[in-house]
Each structure stands twice: as C-alpha cells, then as structure tokens.
Nanobody, 116 residues
Framework: QVQLVESGGGLVQPGGSLRLSCAAS????????IGWFRQAPGKEREGVSC????????YYQNSVKGRFTISRDNAKNTVYLQMNSLKPEGTAVYYC?????????WGQGTQVTVSS
C-alpha cells in the first residue's frame, strides 16, 4: 500500500524550530521529486519547498529561504523539513508530496501552530 505519513508538527513559539518528517511506504523515494506544501485556514495550498529526484536541485518559497531546509534520507525512505525561526504566519497544515511521471502521492498533513 502506497503511503506518505507526516509527523513532527505541533505548537511552537515564534522563533522556535520544528522538524517535520514524512515516511514513505509502498514505493521508493529515490526516483521521486519531493515537496512540502502548506495550507493555512482560509487560504489555498502553497508550495514551501521541493527537491528533484536525482540532481538534488532544491527550491524554497521566498518567505522561508534561509530558515527552512528540505532533505531526504533514502535509506530510511523519509523526507524532512527543518523549520527554524518560525513565524506566526507559518501556522498551517503541512503536507508532503512525492511525484514522478504518472504518479503523485500526498500525505494526510500535520498541523503546525506558531503562537506565543
């Protein structure tokens, strides 16, 4: 069964850090481009960061550049999003995504709340 399961969300104070994990099962992440998206209440889902499958090219939304880092551990078949210096506007449900030609998988999302 193909599955992406996110974890690591929670409540954090402004300026704090969280590391989100996304564990894949039923397929191998090596050949997939991976990405993290988020959806805040009342807003559309937006891309936060992504990484190509082999070349390792990465992309970050301007608002998170220098604070977020996307990575993958192919041995663990897991994707990560390290989030530092979090801001209240980062409050959202965060989703991981894995895609390749003809295949597009999404996790169920994990809630991140940045509040004092």
């Amino acid at each position: 069964q193909v599955q992406l399961v996110e974890s690591g969300g929670g409540l954090v104070q402004p300026g704090g850090s969280l590391r989100l994990s996304c564990a894949a099962s039923g397929f191998t992440l090596d050949y997939y481009a991976i990405g993290w998206f988020r959806q805040a209440p009342g807003k559309e889902r937006e891309g936060v960061s992504c990484s190509s499958s082999r070349a390792g090219n990465t992309y970050y939304q301007n608002s998170v550049k220098g604070r977020f880092t996307i990575s993958r551990d192919n041995a663990k078949n897991t994707v990560y999003l390290q989030m530092n210096s979090l801001k209240p506007e980062g409050t959202a449900v965060y989703y991981c995504n894995a895609r390749t030609t003809g295949r597009d998988y999404w996790g169920q999302g994990t809630q991140v709340t940045v509040s004092s």
